[in-house]
Every structure is written in C-alpha cells, then in structure tokens.
C-alpha cells in the first residue's frame, strides 16, 4: 500500500527567507500525481501546487515551487520569500491508481516576523 | 459563491446520540468524499461516491454511513456517537474527467464535532 511521509511535524522560517518542506511517499506504481495543500487557521484546505509524475519538470506556482525526485520518491515544496500569510499546516498527498489520496501527516510552517 | 458547503460548522453529541453532517456543491462534480481529520494524522478517507446513487468505503468507514441521492449533496450519518468520533470532518469534491483539473479536489471548511 501506498504511504506518505512528512518527518518535520514543525518548521520555522524567517520573514522574506526561503523553506523547504519535505514529503516522501512509497508506490510500486509509475503514473501517479502529487500535491501540496495548505490548511491555516481557517481549516480550510487549500491546494498550493501538483505535480504529474509523467512531468520530469518540478511545478511551480509563484512562489511555491517542488523538487520532485521519483526515483528517490521524493517530493519537497520549497516557499520562497515567506510571507506571514504563509503560515499554515502544509500536507502532502499522494493520488493512487484508484483516484484516491493519500495523506501525510503535515507540518505545521511557523513565519517569524 | 460556488464550492462546497458543509453544515454545521461546530456540534456537540453525547454518546449514542445520531446526528447528519450535511455537504452539498454546486460544481456538478460527480465525485464526492468524506474525510476525517485528526491531530498528528492525515486526512483518512471514510466513504467517498463516484455519482448519484454510488457510494463506496474508505478507510475508516466503520461509524458512519453515507447515501448520494442527487448529484449535488453528501450527508454523513453518526447513527450513534461514539468518543473516538471526535474529530473535524471535511466534505470534498472534484470533477471525474480525464483532464488534469480532475485530480484537484474542492474542500468545504470543515466541521468540528465533539462527542461527550
């Protein structure tokens, strides 16, 4: 079965500095796709940014951007230029070969002014 | 606005009460899931449909019960409460097209439920 890893449970970042938020995932399958959502405060979820694992070029979305490794099964986001409006709970997730997703357990982005 | 609405935002049950969280959108997706969301864990799945009068389990599905009549709506039955089903629960949607837009799913804001 497919899982999904987030090994930092919290992270903190500088105002107008770059971090990079770690997500690792296991699959046997070779087509798939990856997000990032965003959760603040409001608990609402918010997709940030999706990769198709076909695509060997890493998504970007303004600011966001992802290193994605699939051969390490490795699939970062990096925020650049934080805001404090970027502060939030990050997961990732992975969709399987039955449309479904599958979660990490997040990590929780802290920005110091 | 269009997205998805879930009510009611916040409930408190007692044990063995019953209670129906509502979801409904106005995208005319044809999928739309029920997660349950709880600290240090990722989203678990517990029923999700892929159109009007389909529904299938998820991976916490024991509890709980789900119906999809039209399109538009997704209630989530608690047909006796229990502790462990203290959570927040998210109602979520997206289109089943092949296009790429159809992997993105719409969220609704959440629903904190506490049983005593």
């Known amino acids: 079965a497919q899982t999904v890893t987030q090994s930092q449970p919290e992270m903190s970042v500088q105002e107008a500095e770059t971090v990079t938020l770690s997500c690792t995932y296991d699959?046997?399958?070779?087509?798939?796709?990856l997000f990032w959502y965003k959760q603040p405060p409001s608990r609402q979820m918010i997709l940030v940014i999706r990769?198709?694992?076909?695509k060997q070029q890493n998504a970007t979305e303004n600011r966001f951007s992802v290193n994605f490794q699939k051969a390490a099964k490795s699939f970062s986001l990096k925020i650049s230029d934080s805001q404090l409006g970027d502060a939030a709970m990050y997961f990732c997730a992975y969709r399987d070969s039955n449309y479904q997703l599958i979660w990490g357990a997040g990590t929780k982005l802290i920005i110091k002014p | 606005n269009a997205g998805v609405t879930q009510t009611p935002k916040f409930q408190v049950l007692k044990t063995g009460q019953s209670m129906t969280l509502q979801c409904a959108q106005d995208m005319n997706h044809e999928y739309m899931s029920w997660y349950r969301q709880d600290p240090g864990m990722g989203l678990r799945l517990i029923h999700y449909?892929?159109?009007?009068?389909?529904?299938d389990q998820g991976e916490v599905p024991n509890g709980y019960n789900v119906s999809r009549s039209t399109t538009e709506d997704f209630p989530l039955r608690l047909l006796s409460a229990a502790p462990s089903q203290t959570s927040v629960y998210f109602c979520a949607s997206k289109e089943t097209s092949l296009s790429s837009g159809a992997n993105v799913l719409t969220f609704g804001a959440g629903s904190r439920l506490t049983v005593l």
């Open positions: 990769q198709e694992a076909y």
């Open positions: 699959t046997s399958e070779s087509d798939y796709y």
């Open positions: 449909s892929v159109g009007a009068g389909i529904t």
